[in-house]
């Protein structure tokens, strides 16, 4: 765990993390989150019923497009060259939800940690609004750093239990 927080300076003011001195590695970054919904939205979903068309396919998109839009929503993120991002879904209906992956690769001087859990938000966010009309009583959850590879702190995987 790393002891300083990096985007302040001596004298406490917020600042963007200067990386000019860094060395390019490849990065790759995996986010997880899920939106629970009711069995309604569950079967429209799988049937492609929603009004407002198909939901996973534009979610999809909306999560690529977020993560390449992380810069412009947090501030302290640099603009960064994004090689790939993926975004999957998985249908638990057993649990009544919707689970994001949203992974992100480049190869830079920082990592895509935000970039990732910026596309499963977006994409969240985006069932939310395709879906409703149908039923307001969503509940986005558990969005978070699966694993990041990559960099000068190395490589972290998410540990259920608590401490990494």
Same mark, same amino acid.
């Given at each position: 765990?790393?002891?300083? !927080?990096?985007?302040?300076?001596?004298?406490?003011?917020?600042?963007?993390?200067?990386?000019?001195?860094?060395?390019?590695?490849?990065?790759?970054? !995996?986010?997880?989150? %899920?939106?629970?919904?009711?069995?309604?939205?569950?079967?429209?979903?799988?049937?492609?019923?929603?009004?407002?068309?198909?939901? !996973?396919?534009? %979610?999809?998109?909306?999560?690529?497009?977020?993560?390449?839009?992380?810069?412009?929503?947090?501030?302290?993120?640099?603009?960064?060259?994004?090689?790939?991002?993926?975004?999957?879904?998985?249908?638990?209906?057993?649990?009544?939800?919707?689970?994001?992956?949203?992974?992100?690769?480049?190869?830079?001087?920082?990592?895509?940690?935000?970039?990732? !859990?910026?596309?499963?938000?977006? %994409?969240?966010?985006?069932?939310?609004?395709?879906?409703? %009309?149908?039923?307001?009583?969503?509940?986005?959850?558990?969005?978070?750093?699966?694993?990041?590879?990559?960099?000068?702190?190395?490589?972290?995987?998410?540990?259920?239990?608590?401490?990494?």
């Amino acid at each position: 765990m790393m002891n300083e !927080l990096t985007h302040f300076d001596e004298k406490g003011n917020a600042r963007m993390v200067d990386v000019s001195e860094k060395n390019e590695t490849k990065r790759v970054a !995996l986010a997880r989150g %899920a939106i629970r919904v009711s069995k309604e939205i569950m079967n429209r979903v799988k049937e492609g019923s929603i009004e407002k068309g198909d939901v !996973l396919g534009v %979610a999809r998109v909306a999560g690529i497009m977020g993560s390449k839009a992380t810069s412009t929503l947090i501030p302290m993120c640099h603009p960064l060259m994004i090689n790939g991002v993926n975004v999957d879904f998985e249908i638990d209906e057993k649990n009544s939800e919707i689970v994001i992956y949203g992974e992100v690769k480049t190869t830079g001087k920082t990592g895509v940690e935000m970039e990732a !859990l910026t596309a499963v938000s977006t %994409a969240a966010l985006t069932i939310y609004d395709m879906c409703k %009309a149908v039923d307001k009583s969503m509940v986005i959850t558990g969005i978070h750093l699966v694993s990041k590879k990559g960099g000068k702190s190395g490589d972290f995987y998410f540990n259920e239990g608590g401490s990494n």
